[in-house]
């Protein structure tokens, strides 16, 4: 009999990493629920923001035939998507941050636009909105999460994977987000996966291709932590190892009133903005 995925126990990547990150931290942010709207929450940011903003842009290039990608020049996209992370809904309390922000993201774009690369070539869909697949169907448990682009090599009926990449900061070889990635692109489509890149969209013209890992090593790994995560869960107990850091404070913030609630976003999550005594100055901004 098939296995019931509603009452099966979900993992992305980014909620693999709160829990990596801090146990407290992925309680707030993936199972706590505002008893005011029933809603989960949610903390906007400048970087998260420009990230949004530009990986709508280029989701919405691989919806297209490879032929018609460019007909529309991307500024107008990117300013519609710009839209809606705008002023504070984006975590911008600052007109001049905010213009800066968004120039990196106009000169992503640019990047991209002028050196397409794989983005002119035929790419793989995946017709889920969210790509999911069972990890373990014995130990009830999901693997899900959007790629960013799959590029389909002709030649040998392949993919090759590529994560575009609107942060400074280069992704750390003990990251699970490939792992992850080659788990989902080989279980939710077809074809074998035989390459990956990240694309560095701040610095680099083309992907930088990184070597894939094992599919068995890597479906081992993510199984062990999602197993932990479940246990978690079951038995309830979320503990900052450090009682309180980076990544519960601003959460806790959240639930202690400290933040504003500037709307809610496309999965229904009640959004926040923190103010606080850190706040980039109108004559500098550090991005």
């Known amino acids: 009999m098939p296995k019931d995925k509603f009452t099966a126990h979900w993992f992305s990547h980014s909620s693999i990493k709160d829990f990596l990150d801090c146990p407290r931290a992925y309680y707030l942010k993936n199972v706590y629920k505002n008893p005011k709207t029933n809603r989960k929450i949610q903390l906007i940011s400048p970087p998260m923001a420009l990230g949004l ?17 460019f007909e529309k020049p991307l500024h107008e996209k990117f300013n519609n998507a710009w839209s809606k992370v705008s002023g504070k809904r984006g975590g911008f309390l600052d007109k001049d941050v905010e213009y800066r922000y ?3 993201g106009q000169a992503m ?16 869909k995946i017709k889920q909105d969210l790509p999911y697949y069972w990890l373990s169907e014995e130990k009830e448990i999901i693997l899900c999460g959007k790629l960013d682009w799959l590029e389909y ?17 280069t992704e750390d070889d003990n990251s699970l987000q490939l792992p992850i990635y080659l788990l989902l692109a080989s279980n939710c489509q077809p074809r074998k996966v035989i390459k990956a890149s990240y694309w560095y ?13 094992d599919l068995k090593t890597a479906k081992n790994k993510v199984l062990k932590i999602t197993e932990k995560i479940k246990l978690a869960r079951q038995l309830e107990k979320f503990d900052c190892p450090k009682n309180g850091c980076y990544a519960c404070n601003p959460y806790e913030k959240i ?6 609630l500037v709307g809610a976003d496309l999965y229904n999550r009640d959004v926040y903005i923190l103010r ?9 901004v550090i991005l």
């Open 109 to 124: 774009l640019a990047r991209a636009y002028n050196n397409p690369g794989p983005l002119k070539e035929l790419a793989v």
């Open 153 to 169: 090599l002709k030649e040998d009926d392949s993919v090759h994977i590529i994560d575009f990449k609107t942060g400074k900061n």
């Open 255 to 260: 639930v202690n009133g400290e933040a504003e």
């Open 102 to 104: 968004k120039k990196r």
């Open 53 to 69: 903003a530009v990986h709508e842009v280029l989701e919405s290039l691989s919806l297209l035939d490879k032929d018609k990608r």
């Open 276 to 284: 606080n005594d850190k706040e980039e100055s109108k004559d500098s």
């Open 201 to 213: 969209l701040d610095r680099d013209d083309k992907p930088k291709e990184i070597k894939l890992p």
